[in-house]
């Protein structure tokens, strides 16, 4: 089966835009989970998608948005970018309590 | 709320054994996890174990949970210099495993 996969895997913005990133779980995972990645915070939970309805959410700003379709993909957008926004944005996708990673997309944020 | 702690950096010889130490705040944690992340890359799932356990083992790595103590290690046997990494404890904070609190991580440095 193939991995998740998110795209763009790189992507530059200036302060004030919004930006959405994708996310593809793998085949036949139904729950997609996004994480925030920096130096600073290390890795944190942002919210969790199961069956196109938000079932989990960290403690993030309502900047920070997403949604799934019904083929479980996933996208989430962050609305007027900050700097602190930089970060590597990793998704995965849920099987049997397992969480499998995909490669991140690395947002910077100028 | 919860928390996940980790040292922040190990040092090994090729061939010694690494162990790697975390603890966590949840008692409530059904599933603990260790993933490992490479430079540029996301995270891998090494292993898990289930709260019910006290020891995992999965050919060179075997995880050990103490439940009083909120305590779990990772022990890599024979580690080699592919191992080097940074090592991630987290505990999940639902029963579905789908939202993780994850330790800083730890930078596992290999030389040979």
């Known amino acids: 089966k193939a991995g998740v996969t998110q795209t763009p895997r790189y992507l530059i913005k200036t302060r004030g835009q919004q930006v959405t990133l994708s996310c593809s779980p793998i085949s036949g995972h139904r729950s997609v989970s996004w994480y925030q990645q920096t130096p600073g915070q290390g890795l944190q939970f942002l919210f969790e998608y199961f069956s196109e309805t938000q079932r989990n959410k960290g403690n993030f700003p309502g900047r920070f948005s997403g949604r799934q379709f019904s083929n479980s993909r996933s996208e989430m957008n962050v609305s007027t970018l900050e700097l602190g926004d930089s970060a590597l944005y990793l998704c995965a996708s849920t099987f049997q309590e397992t969480q499998y990673f995909g490669p991140g997309t690395r947002l910077l944020v100028l | 709320g919860e928390d996940v702690e980790q040292s922040l950096f190990l040092s090994v010889r090729e061939g010694d054994s690494s162990v790697i130490n975390c603890t966590y705040t949840d008692s409530s944690s059904t599933y603990l996890y260790w993933y490992k992340q490479e430079p540029g890359a996301g995270l891998q799932l090494l292993t898990y174990i289930f709260s019910n356990m006290d020891m995992k083992q999965d050919q060179r790595l075997t995880v050990l949970l103490n439940k009083k103590d909120k305590h779990l290690s990772l022990r890599i046997a024979d580690t080699q210099t592919g191992d080097s990494a940074i090592y991630f404890c987290?505990?999940?904070?639902?029963?579905?495993?789908?939202?993780?609190?994850f330790g800083k991580g730890t930078t596992l440095s290999v030389s040979s």
């Open positions: 987290a505990e999940s904070v639902n029963q579905a495993g789908t939202a993780l609190i």
